[in-house]
C-alpha cells in the first residue's frame, strides 16, 4: 500500500514539475516544487517497513534538496549585466529611435 503511494506521489512530483515550468516559464521554481514532491515520496517510504536502505535513499532524497535549493537561490552568472546601460544616446534615451526629418512647408 505504501510502495503504491509513494509511486503515485512521485508520479505527481513529474507532473507537477512540467505543469509549473510550463506555467510559469520558471524552470527554477518547478524543480523546487518537484524537490519537495519528491522528498514527501522519500518520507512515505519511511512510514513502511524501516530498513537502511530506505533511510538512505530519505537521505541522499533530502541532501539533494538541500543542495539544488542553495544553487538555485542564487541568479545564473550569466544573467548579470556586463555594462551600464546607456544613457543619453538621444532625446529618448533609445539608441535605435531615429529622429524624423522635418520639412519646411511654405516656400
Same mark, same amino acid.
Given at each position: 500500500?505504501? %510502495?503504491?503511494? +509513494?509511486?503515485? /506521489?512521485?508520479?505527481?512530483?513529474?507532473?507537477?514539475?512540467? /505543469?509549473? *515550468?510550463?506555467?510559469?516559464?520558471?524552470?527554477? /521554481?518547478?524543480?523546487? /516544487? $518537484?524537490? %519537495?514532491?519528491?522528498? *514527501?515520496?522519500?518520507?512515505?517510504?519511511? =512510514?513502511?517497513?524501516?530498513?537502511?536502505?530506505?533511510?538512505?535513499? +530519505? *537521505?541522499?532524497?533530502?541532501?539533494?534538496? &538541500?543542495?539544488?535549493? =542553495?544553487?538555485? #537561490? !542564487?541568479?545564473?552568472?550569466? #544573467?548579470?549585466?556586463?555594462?551600464?546601460?546607456?544613457?543619453? %544616446? %538621444?532625446? !529618448?534615451? $533609445?539608441?535605435? *529611435?531615429?529622429? =524624423?526629418? &522635418?520639412?519646411?512647408?511654405?516656400?
Amino acid at each position: 500500500m505504501i %510502495d503504491a503511494l +509513494v509511486e503515485a /506521489v512521485t508520479a505527481v512530483a513529474l507532473v507537477a514539475g512540467v /505543469v509549473t *515550468a510550463l506555467c510559469t516559464g520558471d524552470v527554477r /521554481v518547478a524543480v523546487r /516544487v $518537484l524537490l %519537495d514532491l519528491l522528498t *514527501a515520496a522519500g518520507l512515505l517510504r519511511l =512510514a513502511g517497513e524501516p530498513a537502511w536502505g530506505r533511510l538512505a535513499a +530519505v *537521505a541522499a532524497i533530502v541532501a539533494l534538496r &538541500q543542495l539544488l535549493a =542553495a544553487a538555485l #537561490s !542564487h541568479p545564473p552568472p550569466w #544573467s548579470r549585466r556586463q555594462f551600464p546601460p546607456r544613457c543619453g %544616446d %538621444d532625446e !529618448h534615451g $533609445l539608441p535605435w *529611435a531615429v529622429p =524624423a526629418k &522635418q520639412s519646411k512647408a511654405g516656400g
